[in-house]
């Protein structure tokens, strides 16, 4: 079993950055893939970015590309989405993820965080 807890959401004005960490409580944490997903009310969850067990790995949804970068340190069990120039349509709550081992980074997750609010204000 895998407990994930998200903090560092809040409210930011466009342009500026925010950095999300996501502490897990798992054994073997560095053989767990690890993703950020986000959602908005009504809408069904999106992919925004995921870190593989194998190498550190990383993939990025496009709309996130360029701004958003993914990074864990195994020694702290802590996987980190740091967010830059962002933008009112990043508005959404954001969702930490863990599956172990795994080689489709968009899928397949098993565990998940309660979910941080994500503000930005234009």
């Known amino acids: 079993q895998v407990q994930l807890v998200e903090t560092g959401g809040g409210l930011v004005q466009a342009g500026g950055s925010l950095r999300l960490s996501c502490a897990a409580s798992?054994?073997?944490?560095?053989?767990?893939?690890l993703g950020w997903f986000r959602q908005a009310p009504d809408k069904e969850r999106e992919f925004v970015a995921a870190i593989s067990w194998i190498n550190d790995n990383t993939e990025y949804a496009d709309s996130v590309k360029g701004r958003f970068a993914i990074s864990r340190d195994n020694a702290k069990n802590t996987v980190y989405l740091e967010m830059n120039s962002l933008k009112p349509e990043d508005t959404d709550v954001y969702y930490c993820?863990?599956?172990?081992?795994?080689?489709?980074?968009?899928?397949?997750?098993?565990?998940w965080g309660q979910g941080t609010q994500v503000t930005v204000s234009s």
């Open positions: 798992a054994r073997a944490f560095f053989r767990h893939s």
């Open positions: 993820a863990a599956r172990l081992y795994g080689l489709d980074l968009k899928s397949d997750y098993n565990y």
